[in-house]
T-cell receptor
Framework: SQKIEQNSEALNIQEGKTATLTCNYT??????LQWYRQDPGRGPVFLLL?????KEKRKERLKVTFDTTLKQSLFHITASQPADSATYLC??????????FGSGTRLQVQP | DTAVSQTPKYLVTQMGNDKSIKCEQN?????MYWYKQDSKKFLKIMFS???????INETVPNRFSPKSPDKAHLNLHINSLELGDSAVYFC??????????????FGEGSRLTVL
C-alpha cells in the first residue's frame, strides 16, 4: 500500500540548533514534494516545493532535500527559534491531482 | 483580504442534523478542495473540483455533498450528521500546473462538533 510517514513523536530541540524532520514514502514516484507548516487552530501554510530532479532547495533558514532513490525528504531549520514551534507536514502529489499529506511532526523549540 | 475564507469557523450541532460549510477563494485558482483533519491531525482529501467539475471524490459517505456554483466557491453540505463526523474541515485552492498539483492555500478551518 502507499504510505507517507513522518515521525509522529514530537521533536524537542534547543533554540539555535538545527531541526531535522524526515518524510519517507513508499510506492509513489512523485514529481515533487511539498512541505507545510501548521500552527494550532490554523490551516497549513505552504513553505517549500522541491522537484524530483532537484537534490536540495533553500529558503532563508529552511532547507529541503529530496532523495528519490531512498524515497525520502529531509526538512531542516537552521538556527531554530521558539517561533518555529509548529507541526510540519510533508505532502506528495500522488497522481490523483490532489496532495496526500503525511501525519506531520510537531517541533518544539525550547528557549 | 483573506485568500481562502471558510465559514463558519465553529459549528456545534446535534446528531442527525444537516449543516453546510462555505468556502470562497479570491486567488483566481482553478482547483478547490475539501480536506478533513481528524483528532490525530491527519489531513485527508475528500473532494476536489477543477473549474466547477468534480475531479476527486474519495470514499466519503454520500451524506457529504460538495457543490461548486463557480470556480471561486466550493461548499460542503453534510446530511444526517454522525458523531464520527466531528473534525476540522479545511478548504483549499491551488493553481494547477498541467496535471500536477500546485501549492495549496488553505482556509483557517471549520471545526465541526457533533453531539
Amino acid at each position: 500500500s502507499q504510505k507517507i510517514e513522518q515521525n509522529s513523536e514530537a521533536l524537542n530541540i534547543q533554540e539555535g540548533k538545527t531541526a531535522t524532520l524526515t518524510c519517507n514514502y513508499t510506492n509513489y514516484s512523485p514529481a515533487y514534494l511539498q512541505w507545510y507548516r501548521q500552527d494550532p487552530g490554523r490551516g497549513p501554510v505552504f513553505l517549500l516545493l522541491i522537484r524530483e530532479n532537484e537534490k536540495e532547495k533553500r529558503k532563508e533558514r529552511l532547507k529541503v532535500t529530496f532523495d528519490t532513490t531512498l524515497k525520502q525528504s529531509l526538512f531542516h531549520i537552521t538556527a531554530s527559534q521558539p517561533a518555529d514551534s509548529a507541526t510540519y507536514l510533508c505532502a506528495l502529489d500522488t497522481g490523483r491531482r490532489a496532495l496526500t499529506f503525511g501525519s506531520g511532526t510537531r517541533l518544539q523549540v525550547q528557549p | 483580504d483573506t485568500a481562502v475564507s471558510q465559514t463558519p469557523k465553529y459549528l456545534v450541532t446535534q446528531m442527525g442534523n444537516d449543516k453546510s460549510i462555505k468556502c470562497e477563494q479570491n486567488l483566481g485558482h482553478d482547483t478547490m478542495y475539501w480536506y478533513k483533519q481528524d483528532s490525530k491531525k491527519f489531513l485527508k482529501i475528500m473532494f476536489s473540483y477543477n473549474n466547477k467539475e468534480l475531479i476527486i471524490n474519495e470514499t466519503v459517505p454520500n451524506r457529504f455533498s460538495p457543490k461548486s456554483p463557480d470556480k471561486a466557491h466550493l461548499n460542503l453540505h453534510i446530511n444526517s450528521l454522525e458523531l464520527g463526523d466531528s473534525a476540522v474541515y479545511f478548504c483549499a485552492s491551488s493553481q494547477d500546473r498541467g496535471l500536477a498539483t500546485g501549492e495549496l492555500f488553505f482556509g483557517e478551518g471549520s471545526r465541526l462538533t457533533v453531539l
